[in-house]
């Protein structure tokens, strides 16, 4: 039986804790891994393939350049997407609280507005986020989940265990999930979105407000600040007079081999 969707106060306070959520816990983070990433310790430097990469972004491989190309990768992909996963069992407890479960393995139960049947719920950020060993630790959760059922007599379907992923399409899904989906429904985007909440439309609202906190925060001078303060470590280490005293040493003791013979 379909499920009425939330009503608009619900609806609104999770958007709400949505945006606070980023705000006070992703930007931050975000942050100070970015300013990190002024020393070069932080990378692994490739003479050859970064200053390749410095000429594809930039059109030159100087020290600056070559410091975008490693920054802009890191602090705009790598570093957000960690801090997003790492923090998504905080997002759950925080932003979806009204549908906490005190199941062991289980993120959120909640009542499918769709099929109207209560889902025992494991949340993944995107369609690409879990790896080969990921399924056998989501599919063992569900089956403690099954035994506790029969032992408490409780009805649940197959159905009725899902992963839920936050953004993407089923096109975009890993074969990792589709692994899952075989024998457990694997629920992203849009329709995950609308199952828990009822509202067709609350995934693009989510997106949006989540949008809106982006547009509050103008990270560039800090970017360009890293860049600048990498870009003088990467011109010293990339320096030919650092590896002078090593070649003179090695040719003094050839030239001085020379004369005792």
Known sequence: MEQS??????LNQIIKKARDFFKN???PSHKTNTLKLKRLKTFNLNPFLDKYKASFLTGNDDPESIARALVYPRALGTSINT??????QKFCSEVLEGFASTTSGIDIEFFDKVDGRKKYCQIKAGPNTINKDDIETIKGHFQAVKNLARTNKLSISFDDLI??????????????YKKINIEYPVIIGQEFWYRLTGELNFYQKLTDAIGDVASEVDGSEMIETVIKELAKEIEETLKPTNLQPVIEKKIAAEEKSKYDL
Do not use: M, Q, R
């Open 5 to 10: 969707k939330l009503n608009e106060d619900d």
């Open 83 to 88: 801090i997003f996963g790492d923090k998504l």
């Open 163 to 176: 992963v839920g992923v936050f953004y993407g399409t089923p096109k975009d899904l890993s074969a990792h």
């Open 25 to 27: 816990e992703i930007v």
